[in-house]
């Protein structure tokens, strides 16, 4: 594989997460590990139909293929929502800047994905599970629109039953079914409290989400170098060659896609 230069990936597995998501296990032809870290994302090839970049959802910690968590929004996307187990993709990557694992070991964590959001932080969550004992408390706040968006729902339950997590959910509008917080994502604050010398903060969502996110992270104590973001814009060469993604003096594909609020604080057209 070469940055320029797609490699052929294998299709094992499609499970339908939500009307608009799905999940695709995916193996390297030759069986090349991919070799990422949480909170990269790679470039995905539909031949004959385009290039669009992804999110990587599984963790570096776990062997067997990777897996990406797409929502049907495009031409790319939705030509992966119509293939099946067996059918083959390029992927390039994979790049950017991931969540800083090293820095974030013996620390407690607070991680608050919304929406698609937590199709990157699973990456980060699985990891952490994977090497719990490395880690301080775990606190996880996740909400979406309404409880048919809430993806994962049977990680969610399995997060819940553990002792080792406090995981807290919230959805905009319920439904019947629906027996839990109802409120945006920040209604959620109020029900946690965090030692602010200790932890390190990490949302991913909508950007609308961001600057309230960031405005209770730092209501808590959390200092501006200790709250991370996920940007996600307008990446298309992953390489820092075509300047789409381009933000001031950062390229998001190079020195993003996670960066600190600290840093973002320099860069006043990022969020």
């Known amino acids: 594989m070469t940055e320029y230069q797609p490699a052929p990936a294998t299709m094992v597995k499609v499970d339908e997460l939500t009307e608009r998501e799905k999940l695709f296990t995916l193996h390297l032809k030759g069986g090349q590990d ?32 990777f897996e990406l968590c797409v929502r049907n929004a495009g031409n790319v996307t939705g030509a992966l929502h119509r293939m099946q187990p067996g059918s083959t993709v390029g992927i390039r990557g994979p790049y950017g800047n991931g969540f800083p694992v090293d820095r974030m070991r013996g620390r407690d964590l607070l991680l608050v994905p919304a929406g698609l959001g937590l199709a990157p932080v699973r990456s980060l969550v699985h990891q952490v599970l994977d090497e719990r004992s490395a880690f301080g408390r775990v606190i996880i706040l996740y909400g979406a629109r309404n409880p048919s968006e809430l993806l994962f729902r049977d990680e969610l339950d399995q997060w819940a039953a553990r002792d080792d997590i406090e995981l807290h959910l919230t959805v905009d509008r319920a439904d019947e079914s629906w027996t839990g917080h109802i409120g945006v994502i920040t209604t959620l604050f109020p029900k946690i409290s965090v030692n602010p010398r200790s932890t390190i903060a990490v949302t991913v969502g909508p950007p609308v989400t961001y600057r309230f996110v960031i405005m209770e992270c730092l209501s808590k104590g959390i200092q501006d170098d200790r709250i991370l973001l996920s940007l996600e814009r307008r990446m298309k060469c992953g390489l820092g060659k075509c300047g789409h993604c381009q933000v001031n003096s950062a390229y998001v594909c190079q020195e993003g896609p996670v960066f600190s609020f600290a840093r973002l604080k320099e860069l006043p057209e990022a969020i």
């Open 34 to 65: 991919l070799g990422h870290r949480a909170g990269q994302f790679v470039e995905v090839s539909v031949f004959g139909t385009g290039e669009a970049p992804i999110s990587i959802s599984s963790p570096p910690t776990r062997n067997g293929g």
